[in-house]
């Protein structure tokens, strides 16, 4: 099976950052996308950023100018770069991974802003 390894969360104060990483081990040439999804406690999960292969990115209009996504195509690891963190990104962040076609998901890391 695919397994999407996840790390970087935690509690951070307002205007911290963190840094998100996930990786799919063996599935290089395999992985076509890879992005980050978030999934707050009643609410829906929506898209923060993704990347392609090609390194086109898209990012959700909440993380433009502040989180930058980038990725390691000889690692087959994605980043997610959240500079100026708000309490309103509180969330459980979901690593996401298009691999031969089928959408993978990972565990989840958990982001927490707060004073």
């Known amino acids: 099976q695919v397994r999407l390894v996840e790390s970087g969360g935690g509690l951070v104060q307002p205007g911290g950052s963190l840094r998100l990483s996930c990786a799919a081990p063996?599935?290089?040439?395999?992985?076509?996308?890879m992005g980050w999804y978030r999934q707050a406690p009643g609410r829906q999960r929506e898209l923060v950023a993704i990347?392609?292969?090609?390194?086109?990115?898209t990012y959700a209009d909440s993380a433009k100018g502040r989180f930058t996504i980038s990725r390691d195509n000889a690692e087959n690891t994605a980043y997610l770069q959240m500079n100026d963190l708000k309490p309103e990104d509180t969330s459980l962040y979901l690593c996401?991974?298009?691999?031969?076609?089928?959408?993978?998901w990972g565990q989840g890391t958990q982001v927490t802003v707060s004073s």
């Open positions: 996401y991974a298009l691999i031969r076609g089928v959408a993978y």
């Open positions: 063996g599935y290089m040439l395999s992985t076509t996308t």
């Open positions: 990347i392609t292969n090609s390194g086109r990115t």
